[in-house]
């Protein structure tokens, strides 16, 4: 099937709108936000406006509030009256439950009732009031979001085809739906809502490679098992996100987890842990600790550049591509530590007494000083301060060939250091079985992210750069 040709004959597809599952974290990890959110605001503005001071005893009750509501429910895909009801029914259920608990054990008597009263009447038409305002900030949120997610389901059969019925259905987040891939011949394969048949399920990673495809839905059956997996063998090579639609089975999952599509459930099986309010942690962090650290080192990093400068000609800051999020090129900064600045085609990694360092290039190397100006990229966004290491383009495009998954690295932002670095497998990697388990690390990192494994890594690298021997 020539797909380019296909391809270009096709109109344009329409957007179309997706609900809770996809790419929609930012939403979905607001929205958990507000039902807590607007509970505990309305009984501290109480407390403030009818008795002038917040008190501990009420930061305690809010805190308590909060820890008991959080995550709210996702009610985007109601109407305003069902959700009206819902939030009324488990509101009076909540309050109910939590004014037995006060009196029984007698804290009641360290609160106003008066007060207590009118929040239990004003908190379910806060959380109201925060849904529709919500409602209406969601257009702007969606810009924030940025574009539609491309998405292609594989198998146009009734559960795929149901799928995307029921992304139709979902009012709230943009979606462009590309096709379906499937082995059957066109006739065969029922009513697809006007959208192409792009080519059977061969067909699916290199499409996915050439048309910056973000999401796979896979809607195959459990009896194509072998077939499923050849598949996840190609799709390991994209830096796509890939969902099962249930009845699937798969092994050596990514941050495997439960979502769902316009109430339909799906299977994550290879995803970024780097989502909703994981996502914001793991960027608040690397800005706040990329800060301190740039700021403490800074005169270490103004000798350097000045020592880099006297000792041999050429720039200060070497600028190498390399590979991003999603697979993207950007440019890595680092403190030049060889007389040479390659960048091409085929490049050789430093080796043991190479000819190429300059004078305090193998020092800066050995220590890692030469990888400070990595904090700056992290600070623009580019990298993360723990996370795979990032490879030179020409690796890259050598090793995806010969390690499986070695694409999925690239699922999260590179790091100055990761897993792998402190585990032994830093500086050269000269054999591919070497490049095979710093890939393995680099995927048990992605399979058990937490903001405790990301600091957990830095004390570590701290306490191995001194004995770390292979980084030449």
Known sequence: MN??????ERPPLPYLPMGNGG??????????LIEPLMIVLSLLFLVEY???????????????????TYPGRNRLNSTYIKTAIKILVSWVLLAGLVMVFLWASRFMEYYDHSVLLIWAAIAPMAVLGGHLLFRLALPYLRILEGPPERVVVAGANPQGLELVRRMSLCPYHNVQLLGFFDDRATERTGERRDYPLLGAIADLPEYVK????????????????????????????????????????????IQARMDTVGGMPVVSVCETPFRGWDGFLKRASDIVLSAIILLLLSPLMLAIALAVKLTSPGPVIFKQRRYGLDGDDIQVYKFRSMTVCEDGG???????????????????????????????????????????????????????K?????MIRHKVKPGITGWAQVNGYRGETETVDKMQKRVEYDLEYLRNWSLRFDLYIIFKTVWVLSGQQNAY
Do not use: C, W
Not at 220 to 247: E, H, K, N, W
């Open 346 to 400: 085929a490049i050789r990694q430093a080796q043991k007494n190479d000819a190429r360092l300059t004078r305090i290039g193998g020092f800066l190397r050995k220590s890692s000083l030469d990888e400070l100006p990595q904090f700056i990229n992290v600070l623009q966004g580019r990298m993360s301060i723990v996370g795979p290491r990032p490879h030179a383009i020409a690796h890259n495009e050598m090793y995806r």
């Open 210 to 253: 050439h048309n910056q495809v973000n999401t796979i839905y896979l809607s195959l059956p459990m009896a194509s098992q072998p077939r499923i997996l050849s598949l996840l063998d190609g799709l390991r090579d994209t830096t796509a996100s890939t969902y099962f639609v249930p009845d699937m089975f798969v092994t050596d999952l």
């Open 402 to 406: 010969v390690i499986n998954g070695y």
């Open 23 to 32: 790419s929609n974290h930012l939403v979905s990890s607001l929205e958990h």
């Open 50 to 68: 009818l008795q002038g001071e917040i008190r501990p005893r009420h930061m305690l009750l809010a805190l308590a509030m909060f820890a008991l």
């Open 3 to 8: 797909m380019s040709t296909s391809r270009a």
